[in-house]
């Protein structure tokens, strides 16, 4: 059993060691060791929760703006929407949505259920600003939750809801009665639909100009005191054990922009306060308190969020450098596709999303390191054959082991060989993230013949790998697809790592 030395901060006397009380105090650095059994690494703080880790081994999923906005033309309804206007030109059809994005190579869907004009796609009990109170036939047959959650469950997929909580319709809106009386229980109404939901999108738009039940005012609040985030994170996850709060609940983040990319610098950690936030949502922090990792929203389509008539779709080839910016920098991607007035989604949208999965079948799955002989420089001790740590665990697909180097070993080579050269165009690297994300520098060589070496990708940012990072061997994500490397070799230097490094899989493409 080996002695692990663990860094701990120490608060200056009077003030309790805690993420909420440290921060801006006097601190010392001090040293507490323990051991772990068969030489295990120790944790490099902070980690994700299983709930954290299982949201991020989704990676790619739909979001699916529908709802009164589809049929008035406008991105942010007022409140004072006629329920009469929503109404769809057929009974709406979830199981058509999910099956497209899942033939886009997604592996699930957040469905928009209630923006901020506070229309509600079930016949939610909070309201009459809801889809079963329009006159129109198919709208009383309307009910997005339950379809939604129904279609995923058949289709082998995840799903999730956004709800907004910002209501420009509820004259409760900015009082206390609206948390507990409405929003709350619009929360539980949902999960009723499913308890296996893995996420729940809460916008952090807090507030403005609305109806609110016709005092036609501006009405602001502040989201962290407002919706009582630590107790509505804990409801949440009672109903739903799985389920991430995303924006208002602090377990991701947002990426920072709706352009479809993360940094080339991307770290899971992230130190709490708005200020902070602001400034490094793209890249995160390198000692960040807190596990708070991106997902990037993203538009398939040229216009808003909601579906509109002059809208157009993008190409696969941009969806797919989308994919390569965002998942391929270690942040989750929600994509958006929206339903249009008959309440699927339009043809066109459909077949691009068809060619943007092939896409992602021909270049992204025939896993080359899976036929190599991987070695490293160096690996960590084994002193059980019950937990080891070699090299070939790299290439075993197997995400539950890991490679990994002794204590205070930050730099390593790991070389993939094969006995016939290859034509190769991208690496993909993961950590063993359940630890922590340790990894600062790399840099990836190839060669023809084995002893000649030269760095691919070399105007790349090849810093963080985190739970997953695909680089493009040419360096391009808008040209990745060319005619590639003919190898015999390929090696990843790490050149610089927060703690021992984890890596639990190497792909090559």
Same mark, same amino acid.
């Given at each position: 059993?080996?002695?692990?030395?663990?860094?701990?901060?120490?608060?200056?006397?009077?003030?309790?060691?805690?993420?909420?009380?440290?921060?801006?105090?006097?601190?010392?650095?001090?040293?507490?060791?323990?051991?772990?059994?068969?030489?295990?690494?120790?944790?490099?703080?902070?980690?994700?929760?299983?709930?954290?880790?299982?949201?991020?081994?989704?990676?790619?999923?739909?979001?699916?703006?529908? #709802?009164?906005?589809?049929?008035? #033309?406008?991105?942010?309804?007022?409140?004072?929407?006629?329920?009469?206007?929503?109404?769809?030109?057929?009974?709406?059809?979830?199981?058509?949505?999910?099956?497209?994005?899942?033939?886009?190579?997604?592996? #699930?869907?957040?469905?928009?259920?209630?923006?901020?004009?506070?229309?509600?796609?079930?016949?939610?009990?909070?309201?009459?600003?809801?889809?079963?109170?329009?006159?129109?036939?198919?709208?009383?047959?309307?009910?997005?939750?339950?379809?939604?959650?129904?279609?995923?469950?058949?289709?082998?997929?995840?799903?999730?809801?956004?709800?907004?909580?910002?209501?420009?319709?509820?004259?409760?809106?900015?009082?206390?009665?609206?948390?507990?009386?409405?929003?709350?229980?619009?929360?539980?109404?949902?999960?009723?639909?499913?308890?296996?939901?893995?996420?729940?999108?809460?916008?952090?738009?807090?507030?403005?100009?609305?109806?609110?039940?016709?005092?036609?005012?501006?009405?602001?609040?502040?989201?962290?005191?407002?919706?009582?985030?630590?107790?509505?994170?804990?409801?949440?996850?009672?109903?739903?054990?799985?389920?991430?709060?995303?924006?208002? #609940?602090?377990?991701?983040?947002?990426?920072?922009?709706?352009?479809?990319?993360?940094?080339?610098?991307?770290?899971?950690?992230?130190?709490?306060?708005?200020?902070?936030?602001?400034?490094?949502?793209?890249?995160?922090?390198?000692?960040?308190?807190?596990?708070?990792?991106?997902?990037?929203?993203?538009?398939?389509?040229?216009?808003?969020?909601?579906?509109?008539?002059?809208?157009?779709?993008?190409?696969?080839?941009?969806?797919?450098?989308?994919?390569?910016?965002?998942?391929?920098?270690?942040?989750?991607?929600?994509?958006?596709?929206?339903?249009?007035?008959?309440?699927?989604?339009?043809?066109?949208?459909?077949?691009?999303?068809?060619?943007?999965?092939?896409?992602?079948?021909?270049?992204?799955?025939?896993?080359?390191?899976?036929?190599?002989?991987?070695?490293?420089?160096?690996?960590?001790?084994?002193?059980?054959?019950?937990?080891?740590?070699?090299?070939?665990?790299?290439?075993?697909?197997?995400?539950?082991?890991?490679?990994?180097?002794?204590?205070?070993?930050?730099?390593?080579?790991?070389?993939?060989?094969?006995?016939?050269?290859?034509?190769?165009?991208?690496?993909?690297?993961?950590?063993?993230?359940?630890?922590?994300?340790?990894?600062?520098?790399?840099?990836?060589?190839?060669?023809?013949?084995?002893?000649?070496?030269?760095?691919?990708?070399?105007?790349?940012?090849?810093?963080?790998?985190?739970?997953?990072?695909?680089?493009?061997?040419?360096?391009?994500?808008?040209?990745?697809?060319?005619?590639?490397?003919?190898?015999?070799?390929?090696?990843?230097?790490?050149?610089?790592?927060?703690?021992?490094?984890?890596?639990?899989?190497?792909?090559?493409?």
């Amino acid at each position: 059993m080996k002695k692990i030395t663990l860094r701990v901060l120490s608060a200056a006397a009077g003030c309790a060691l805690s993420v909420a009380s440290v921060c801006g105090q006097g601190l010392s650095v001090v040293q507490q060791s323990y051991s772990l059994p068969n030489n295990e690494p120790a944790p490099c703080h902070p980690v994700p929760t299983p709930r954290q880790l299982k949201w991020q081994e989704l990676e790619f999923y739909a979001f699916f703006h529908y #709802g009164m906005n589809t049929y008035t #033309g406008l991105e942010w309804g007022n409140g004072n929407e006629n329920v009469n206007l929503f109404a769809p030109t057929k009974v709406p059809n979830p199981k058509q949505w999910l099956q497209a994005v899942q033939a886009a190579g997604m592996r #699930g869907g957040i469905a928009v259920v209630k923006h901020h004009d506070g229309f509600c796609l079930w016949p939610t009990e909070t309201t009459s600003h809801k889809c079963t109170s329009s006159s129109n036939a198919n709208a009383q047959k309307t009910n997005i939750p339950k379809d939604f959650a129904a279609a995923a469950q058949e289709l082998g997929m995840k799903y999730g809801f956004y709800i907004s909580p910002w209501d420009r319709n509820s004259a409760l809106y900015g009082k206390d009665e609206y948390v507990k009386e409405v929003f709350m229980k619009q929360c539980e109404e949902l999960a009723l639909y499913g308890k296996d939901q893995f996420e729940m999108w809460f916008d952090g738009a807090n507030g403005g100009t609305g109806y609110y039940g016709g005092a036609n005012e501006s009405r602001s609040v502040d989201a962290a005191t407002y919706y009582d985030v630590p107790n509505l994170r804990d409801y949440i996850h009672q109903l739903a054990p799985d389920c991430v709060m995303w924006g208002v #609940g602090e377990e991701a983040r947002w990426i920072g922009n709706e352009s479809g990319f993360a940094g080339e610098t991307n770290w899971c950690m992230m130190d709490r306060g708005a200020s902070s936030e602001e400034a490094n949502r793209n890249t995160g922090q390198e000692e960040g308190w807190i596990w708070l990792p991106g997902e990037s929203d993203a538009k398939a389509t040229t216009e808003g969020w909601f579906w509109h008539s002059n809208q157009s779709d993008l190409t696969p080839e941009r969806l797919f450098q989308m994919y390569l910016e965002t998942v391929g920098r270690n942040s989750n991607l929600i994509l958006n596709v929206p339903p249009d007035k008959s309440g699927s989604l339009p043809a066109s949208t459909v077949s691009t999303l068809a060619n943007q999965g092939q896409l992602l079948e021909t270049r992204l799955k025939n896993d080359l390191a899976r036929q190599a002989t991987v070695t490293a420089s160096t690996t960590r001790t084994s002193v059980s054959d019950a937990l080891t740590f070699d090299a070939a665990h790299l290439n075993d697909g197997d995400k539950t082991s890991y490679w990994a180097t002794d204590d205070e070993v930050t730099t390593a080579t790991i070389t993939l060989t094969w006995d016939t050269p290859q034509t190769v165009h991208y690496v993909s690297l993961m950590e063993y993230i359940a630890k922590g994300q340790r990894v600062k520098g790399f840099t990836i060589e190839t060669s023809d013949d084995g002893n000649t070496w030269t760095r691919r990708a070399a105007n790349v940012g090849t810093t963080t790998i985190g739970y997953k990072r695909i680089v493009p061997l040419n360096g391009s994500t808008a040209a990745s697809y060319d005619a590639g490397y003919t190898v015999k070799a390929l090696r990843i230097n790490i050149t610089d790592s927060r703690a021992c490094p984890l890596l639990h899989t190497i792909s090559v493409y």
